[in-house]
């Protein structure tokens, strides 16, 4: 990535690339722990 980002001249790709890909994770574990999902489970009885 950071060979990419001086082959285009663009220094900051690589960390472009990492803001885009924490801020996915960032969203994927808001929505995973969010309070408005259900809230049973797999392993519960009676699930």
Known sequence: MFDAGKAFNQPELP???????????????????????SASGMLEPGA
């Open 15 to 37: 960390w472009m690339m990492l803001g885009a890909v924490g801020f996915m994770t960032l969203l994927a574990l808001w929505w995973q722990f969010s309070q408005k999902r």
